[in-house]
Structure formats: structure tokens, C-alpha cells
């Protein structure tokens, strides 16, 4: 009887054994992609690369040829615009260029893995090896265009900076300067003394320790102000235009007639004044009093075309002009060209630029 109930329990555990097999068949494994279809992807993606490729060759023969028309451009606004357009689409291209570094040194090791497969057939190896001389290609080809790219961007560079400056611009607070003398030693002069809505303005502003509040549109009333108030001015004015903005001294001021720059009020020289006599000589040293000289083309101060004032005189025909460099001008004018362009509709982005 016992040995009837074990052969029955073993009975039993194999068939519950087997039903569990039966209910319960083993997760099949995963499958790698098929050789083929993996060498037809790779294929694909070299093609898409080539296609690319071309694209970037087209732009880069289109800028090359809008380069060599733009000398033709009388207008140098104008023409300095395209260069910085040009250089806009340069440096787009050169970012496709990276992007197209990434993308191919991913694929370029896909395709060296996959050379490793011990199926491949002779014809498949082939094929993978000729998409490896593709991009061994293509990375000489970017190499060079970034080459060509960097040439032609710092020859636009060179191009610009020769450029001529502009003959007037106008400051952040207003003022309207004009261009004097002759090359190296040219110089931007206001064209009128600085007016006394604007002086008065930063006067207040400084004293209540606040920014001014600038008008596009001041009245021409000279602001009548010491040599003192008009060195502080011109501290302020550089530290708002980010640019050195001074007094001209007398050297400056003896030109301005002969570009019909003369001034309607007597103005500030940044020049000392020291006349040949020694009766006043003595007696500046002796009291420590330094005159500062003042330019009256129009003689409203006295019969004296130059004469000499104290620093904290001020009277109602007595102003200031402000100059700068010559590359004041040139930054302005190619600062407010940069941004015209980068406010410029951009072009909508294809998936080659992404």
C-alpha cells in the first residue's frame, strides 16, 4: 500500500512538473538586427550625409561669389551691410559644419563595429568600406571649408576696417558730431555746443545720484557753463557713449574754420592759458592762478579771438564743444549696422542647421 501512494506522488509531481512547462514556455531572446538591414541603414545615412555635403559646397560657392560682387557697392553703408550679412550666412555654415563633425564621427564608428561582424559576405564588406572612404572624405572636405571660411571672414574683417569713416553720427544722448580734419589725425567735433536742456539734465541726474533722462530732440540753446562743469560733462558723456569724449585744444579749434565749423559762442579750449607776457607769468606763479584759454571767433567776450578765463567763470556767451577719436565714430556706426543686421528676419531653420 505504501509503495502504491509514493508511485502514485511521483506520478503526480512529474505531470504538475510538465504543466508548469506547458503554461510557462520560456521568454524566446531578443533578436539582433538582421545583418543586412543594419548595412542598408548605414548605406542610407552615408547618403544623406553625401547629400548634405553637396548642400554645404553650394552655400559655400554662393558666398564666395556675393564676396567678390560686393566691391562693386558704391553706397559704404551699404556695402559694409553685406559683407556683415555674409558673414551672418558664414557662420551659419560653420555651425552645420560642426554639427555635421558630431553626426559623422558617430556613424563613422557604427560603421567600424559593424566591419567587425565575422558574417559580413565580401559584397557587404565592400560596401561598408567604401561608406568609411566617405567619411574619411568628408572630414578632409570640412576641414578645408573651415579653412576657406576662416580666410574670407577675417579678409571681410580687413575690408571693413579699411573702410572710410562716416562723415556724421549721432551720440546716445543726441549729440550730433561731425567729422574734421584730414586722415590720421581726423577728429569727430559736436556741431553745435552742447545744449543746456541736455547739460542741465546731467547736472541734476548726477547730483540726485540717478540715470538722466536723454531726449531725442534737444532745443539749440548753448548751455552756458564753466570750464570746471564742461570737464565733468565730458566725464559723464564718455562713461554713457563707452567712448572718450573731451575739449578740444586750441591746435583743434584753429581748423575748425576751414571746414565752416565756427562756433556761435565764444568755447572752452582744453589749452592752458599762457600769453607772452612775463608781468603775468610772475604774477600766476606768485598767486597759483592758472587761466584756462577760451576760442571767441565771433568776439562777443572781448576783441581778443583767444584770451584767457578762470576754470569756474561762466558767462551767457561762453559754451563747450565736445570731441573724440576718429574710431568713436567707426565703432558707432558699425555697432548700429551689427544690429540692424541681427534684427534681420532669420531664415527658417532646415534640419541640416538644427
Given at each position: 500500500m505504501k509503495k502504491t501512494i509514493l508511485a502514485i506522488l511521483a506520478i503526480t509531481s512529474l505531470l504538475l512538473l510538465h504543466a508548469q512547462e506547458v503554461e510557462a514556455p520560456p521568454q524566446p531572446a531578443k533578436q539582433e538586427e538582421p545583418v543586412v538591414t543594419s548595412q542598408k541603414r548605414l548605406r542610407e545615412l552615408t547618403l544623406v550625409e553625401l547629400d548634405k555635403k553637396n548642400h554645404r559646397a553650394r552655400e559655400a560657392g554662393e558666398i564666395a561669389a556675393k564676396f567678390k560682387n560686393i566691391s562693386t557697392i558704391q553706397n559704404v553703408d551699404l556695402r559694409i551691410t553685406e559683407y556683415l550679412r555674409l558673414q551672418k550666412r558664414m557662420i551659419k555654415l560653420q555651425k552645420e559644419i560642426q554639427n555635421a563633425n558630431h553626426r559623422q564621427a558617430d556613424l563613422a564608428e557604427e560603421i567600424r563595429a559593424a566591419l567587425l561582424d565575422t558574417k559580413l559576405s565580401l559584397q557587404e564588406s565592400e560596401r561598408l568600406m567604401e561608406c568609411r572612404q566617405y567619411m574619411d572624405e568628408f572630414?578632409?572636405?570640412?576641414?578645408?571649408?573651415?579653412?576657406?571660411?576662416?580666410?574670407?571672414?577675417?579678409?571681410?574683417?580687413?575690408?571693413?576696417?579699411?573702410?572710410?569713416?562716416?562723415?556724421?553720427?549721432?551720440?546716445?544722448?543726441?549729440?550730433?558730431?561731425?567729422?574734421?580734419?584730414?586722415?590720421?589725425?581726423?577728429?569727430?567735433?559736436?556741431?553745435?555746443?552742447?545744449?543746456?536742456?541736455?547739460?542741465?539734465?546731467?547736472?541734476?541726474?548726477?547730483?540726485?545720484?540717478?540715470?538722466?533722462?536723454?531726449?531725442?530732440?534737444?532745443?539749440?540753446?548753448?548751455?552756458?557753463?564753466?570750464?570746471?562743469?564742461?570737464?565733468?560733462?565730458?566725464?559723464?558723456?564718455?562713461?554713457?557713449?563707452?567712448?572718450?569724449?573731451?575739449?578740444?585744444?586750441?591746435?583743434?579749434?584753429?581748423?575748425?574754420?576751414?571746414?565752416?565749423?565756427?562756433?556761435?559762442?565764444?568755447?572752452?579750449?582744453?589749452?592752458?592759458?599762457?600769453?607772452?607776457?612775463?608781468?603775468?607769468?610772475?604774477?600766476?606763479?606768485?598767486?597759483?592762478?592758472?587761466?584756462?584759454?577760451?576760442?571767441?571767433?565771433?568776439?562777443?567776450?572781448?576783441?581778443?579771438?583767444?584770451?584767457?578765463?578762470?576754470?569756474?567763470a561762466s558767462y551767457k556767451n561762453l559754451g563747450f564743444l565736445v570731441i573724440t577719436h576718429v574710431k568713436t565714430g567707426i565703432r558707432q556706426r558699425l555697432d548700429a549696422l551689427v544690429k540692424a543686421v541681427n534684427d534681420e528676419e532669420p531664415e527658417k531653420e532646415t534640419p541640416e542647421n538644427k
Open positions: 572630414a578632409r572636405a570640412q576641414r578645408l571649408m573651415t579653412l576657406q571660411l576662416k580666410k574670407l571672414n577675417d579678409n571681410i574683417q580687413g575690408l571693413i576696417l579699411k573702410m572710410p569713416p562716416p562723415t556724421t553720427y549721432t551720440t546716445r544722448s543726441g549729440l550730433k558730431m561731425r567729422l574734421v580734419g584730414t586722415l590720421p589725425n581726423a577728429f569727430y567735433i559736436s556741431e553745435n555746443c552742447v545744449p543746456d536742456a541736455l547739460f542741465d539734465e546731467v547736472r541734476t541726474a548726477r547730483a540726485l545720484q540717478r540715470e538722466p533722462f536723454i531726449s531725442a530732440n534737444y532745443p539749440n540753446t548753448n548751455a552756458s557753463a564753466s570750464f570746471t562743469q564742461a570737464i565733468a560733462f565730458c566725464k559723464w558723456l564718455s562713461s554713457y557713449e563707452f567712448s572718450n569724449y573731451i575739449l578740444p585744444d586750441t591746435k583743434q579749434l584753429q581748423i575748425l574754420p576751414d571746414f565752416n565749423a565756427l562756433p556761435e559762442k565764444a568755447i572752452w579750449s582744453a589749452t592752458v592759458w599762457s600769453p607772452d607776457d612775463v608781468n603775468y607769468s610772475r604774477a600766476a606763479e606768485r598767486f597759483g592762478i592758472k587761466l584756462q584759454t577760451v576760442w571767441d571767433p565771433q568776439h562777443l567776450l572781448s576783441d581778443l579771438e583767444y584770451t584767457g578765463e578762470l576754470p569756474d
